[in-house]
């Protein structure tokens, strides 16, 4: 049974730091993309980045240069190192991965597994 589970969301100050965690079980890693993507009260889900099996990266405009998604393959467990967080950051982060050898896309339509969600709150 797949299964995904964020840790690491909080609340911090505008120019602050968070690392979001996701620890994935039950299926292949090595065959999947995986993203994190982030959904604020009234608005749409969005992508935040994507890593492919590869190690391929991909970041919306909003995030470029400040988070770095990575992975650590050994832990199966995908990570979001946000850094000088700004308040258009507070949503509901989620890690999610998609069907074996399905490519890559920021957008949640391709994404099959979902995790719970964690909280981040960037007050100004």
């Known amino acids: 049974q797949v299964q995904l589970v964020e840790s690491g969301g909080g609340s911090v100050q505008a120019g602050g730091s968070l690392r979001l965690s996701c620890a994935a079980s039950?299926?292949?890693?090595?065959?999947?993309?995986m993203g994190w993507f982030r959904q604020a009260p009234g608005k749409e889900r969005e992508g935040v980045a994507t890593?492919?099996?590869?190690?391929?990266?991909s970041y919306a405009d909003s995030v470029k240069g400040r988070f770095t998604i990575s992975q650590d393959n050994a832990k199966n467990t995908l990570y979001l190192q946000m850094n000088s967080l700004k308040p258009d950051d507070t949503a509901m982060y989620y890690c999610a991965a998609t069907l074996p050898f399905r490519a890559c896309a920021i957008t949640s339509l391709a994404y099959e597994y979902w995790g719970q969600g964690t909280q981040v709150t960037v007050a100004s």
């Open positions: 890593i492919g099996s590869g190690g391929s990266t």
């Open positions: 039950g299926f292949t890693r090595s065959t999947r993309c």
